[in-house]
């Protein structure tokens, strides 16, 4: 490239990135992090149904509440039943508990009625009227939003019809257009919760028995912006089955607690130095380059947090420790592919224009596949899972601009000192594993299915596992007990300690109220509940237990049922585009891979002992990401050496896993320290996280070479595709 063209090219790249910069530094310095109940505690409200409610019923309201709360704009609530006829919701970061107890408590039974005459119902216009059969429910509505009226002043409420709504709209409508302009009965009534909340007449354009075509019309009722805002949510997120009462409203503190967050935070600055260590030790001034680059990535994929107003929880900062790895991978795939340009032109600058060109469409791969499933898992999912996908797409799309815009200006502003001493790059050699491997000459896969067995073997004692031990699973799936005391000045970290020494380290334990504590455990019998109460008693030298309820999963089969859903279709998504950009067999072969790494790591929980919780689930769904990437960065060089020809398929394979081999390596390295660190300097919780994640990290880079590659040949083998001409000399 020429030099002014370089330059040019440098100069845009800087003022995106000074820009980018600096937009995130004031939204660090001026925006607030909203934190979940893991790290902040919230409020806590409970609410009852009456004595009659059936069970059904109340889970029926449960689901509803949780739309509710959602359409609030809370993030990360926790909802789950308590006993037979109480709701316990949990809101992080509520500022108006007082709103939020309003529109959690109202039925919102909303019914559309014909005015027959002048009556005993109040309407917003000051007078009474008679209410004719009901025509439509809310069962009917789709949405519902708040809009200003153009036509006066206040707010209107903006319906959509669905089902057979239309009809039934159009019918009520037809009739009331026969009776004369003014008339009691051209009026249409909405009724919410026995309240007219709105008696429009119908128009006068409308015409006797054709009445209002369309499948949407407008509550009017000179609404306030709050009012119309309200009215719309309660209308939208559907009707309780049940009406609900309001018994206890609290604050809770944190379920991890601040020793928990304060020893998560070390562990994590540790690793993460470690990490940066790493990298100036095998690529030297490259390294540190990128080292910048990641303290800048953080800052970013932090400030984009705030500046959306996301939830922090420790399931949605799972994501940040996939996008971490992948900006690492980013960075080392440009490296990599600098050192092979270096080694056949022994020009620094060539070197690594054409390492981010060559890396360009590795990295592109891998981070549009994960962002595919992070998209998908944020628009069809809920709860813990949805935090997750808006983690990860944001430390995504933040990994891609510190490795390629980012890393690139840095480097462009060290290069002429680079270009006169190469070896200050780390550029200059192709490193002591390339090295090895090239002068050995090693071929992997002429007996591919010595692989598979291997992989078979492995897959065997995973699903023994789950069939001998079983997976213990969380409170938050299973639901079981939450145990009330009155505690004053109880130290939450010693409580934990003496329930884990009693055998309950997966309990929850949280500050209640100004001088109550709650503990959450999975299902216990009454022996068991006993000696919770004896180890609550000891830690705070004398605790007075209040109640002792059993209680829902907060993770509801409905949530269950949609995270499954949106993770087989962000998987059919990945194969659908790996299909497109490689072609089917090797996008079959990476999902292959990916089902074998959920079936290992699930299997090694249950092996382990260990609880699936929301936190094994945001771990799960980090390992799939990791998987993918890992496969595609492989065939993104299968498919590039496809193009040079005349060679057995088998030998490609085995090219391209011991060319990308030292990207492996180090990428999982800069990894490993992070969930090293979290492992033996931080919490219980993350610790089992980072359990879950070193053993994906293990099974996601073993199962490329154990199960995607050789799936692929086999796949090959049995359809093959047709092999272009050579065009030059094989890459060694």
């Known amino acids: 490239m020429p030099r002014p063209v370089a330059r040019r090219e440098l100069l845009v790249r800087g003022l995106l990135s000074l820009g980018v910069l600096a937009a995130s530094a004031f939204t660090l310095l001026t925006v607030q992090p909203r934190l979940g109940l893991d790290l902040r505690g919230g409020t806590q409200i409970v609410l009852e149904t009456p004595a009659e409610a059936t069970s059904d019923a109340t889970d029926r309201a449960m689901e509803v509440l949780r739309r509710r709360v959602d359409e609030l704009g809370v993030a990360e609530p926790v909802l789950a039943r308590s006993g037979d006829h109480r709701i316990v919701v949990e809101l992080p970061g509520v500022q108006d508990p007082t709103e939020a107890i309003e529109v959690l408590g109202r039925t919102a039974q909303l019914r559309v009625q014909p005015v027959t005459g002048p009556g005993d119902k109040p309407t917003p216009d000051g007078d009474s009227v008679a209410l004719g059969d009901v025509v439509m429910t809310g069962e009917g509505i789709k949405d519902a939003r708040a809009t200003p ?38 009026r249409v009534a909405f009724v919410l919760d026995d309240e007219v909340v709105s008696a429009p007449q119908v128009d006068p354009s409308v015409g006797c028995g054709t009445g209002m075509i369309g499948g949407s019309t407008q509550i009017t009722g000179r609404f306030a912006q709050a009012e119309a805002e309200e009215l719309a949510l309660v209308i939208r997120s559907g009707a309780l089955p049940v009406p609900v009462e309001v018994v206890e409203q609290r604050t809770v503190g944190p379920t991890l607690g601040a020793d928990a967050i304060e020893a998560s935070a070390r562990a994590a600055i540790i690793g993460i130095a470690l990490t940066g260590l790493f990298l100036v030790f095998v690529y030297r001034l490259a390294g540190l380059v990128a080292v910048l680059a990641l303290v800048a990535y953080a800052g970013l994929s932090y400030a984009a947090l705030l500046a959306i107003g996301a939830t922090l929880t420790l399931p949605g900062l799972a994501g940040f420790v996939l996008a971490i790895g992948m900006a690492v991978d980013a960075n080392v795939l440009v490296f990599e592919r600098s050192r092979e340009e270096y080694a056949r032109r022994k020009r ?67 290069m002429p000192l680079l270009e006169k001493r190469p070896s200050w790059s780390g550029l200059h050699t192709l490193g002591r594993v390339r090295t090895w491997l090239t002068t050995r000459g090693y071929t992997l896969f002429r007996r591919p299915n010595r692989w598979l067995l291997t992989a078979g073997g492995v897959l065997v004692v995973a699903v023994t596992g789950l069939l001998v031990r079983g997976l213990q699973l969380g409170v938050e799936f299973t639901g079981g007990r939450m145990l009330e005391f009155t505690a004053p000045a109880a130290d ?47 830690a705070t030298g004398g605790a007075e237990q209040l109640s002792n309820d059993l209680i829902g999963p907060s993770l509801g089969s409905e949530l269950r049922r949609n995270a499954l859903i949106a993770l087989a279709i962000a998987v059919a998504a990945q194969l659908a585009y790996l299909a497109v950009r490689f072609d089917w067999r090797l996008g079959l072969a990476t999902v292959v891979a990916l089902v074998t790494d959920v079936v290992v790591l699930v299997g090694a929980f249950a092996w382990l002992g260990k609880t699936a919780d929301a936190v094994f689930l945001a771990a799960l769904l980090t390992v799939i990401g990791y998987s993918v990437n890992d496969s595609v960065v492989v065939f993104d060089r299968v498919r590039e050496l496809r193009k040079e020809g005349g060679r057995p398929f088998p030998d490609v394979m085995s090219d391209a896993v011991l060319q990308t081999l030292p ?7 800069g990894v490993l320290f992070v969930l090293a660190a979290l492992l033996f300097l931080g919490d219980g919780s993350l610790a089992d996280f980072a359990t879950a994640l070193l053993i994906g990290l293990v099974a996601g880079t073993a199962s490329t070479v154990l199960t995607a590659a050789p799936v692929a040949i086999a796949l090959e083998s049995r359809s093959p595709t047709r092999t272009p001409a050579p065009r030059g000399k094989v890459r060694t």
């Open 149 to 186: 009226n153009q036509q006066g002043v206040g707010y209107l409420v903006g319906v959509d019809f669905q089902g057979d709504a239309p009809g039934a709209w159009q019918r009520v409508t037809a009739e009331a257009a026969c009776a004369q302009p003014g008339a009691y009965e051209r």
């Open 348 to 414: 620094l600058p060539r070197a690594v224009d054409q390492g981010f060109r060559g890396a360009l469409s590795a990295v592109a791969d891998s981070n549009i596949t994960t962002l595919l499933a992070a998209g998908l898992l944020f628009w069809l999912a809920t709860g813990p899972v949805k935090g997750f996908g808006v983690t990860l797409s944001i430390g995504v799309l933040a990994s891609l601009f510190s490795a390629l815009v980012l890393t690139r200006v840095l480097l462009g502003l060290v």
């Open 492 to 538: 939450v970290g010693r409580v934990r300690a003496e329930l884990s020494a009693a055998g309950f380290g997966d309990a929850q334990v949280v500050t209640s109220g100004t001088d109550g504590l709650s503990v959450r455990t999975g299902p216990i019998d009454s022996a068991a509940a006993t000696r919770v109460g004896e180890a609550v008693d000891r």
């Open 663 to 669: 990207r492996t390596v180090n990428t999982g390295i």
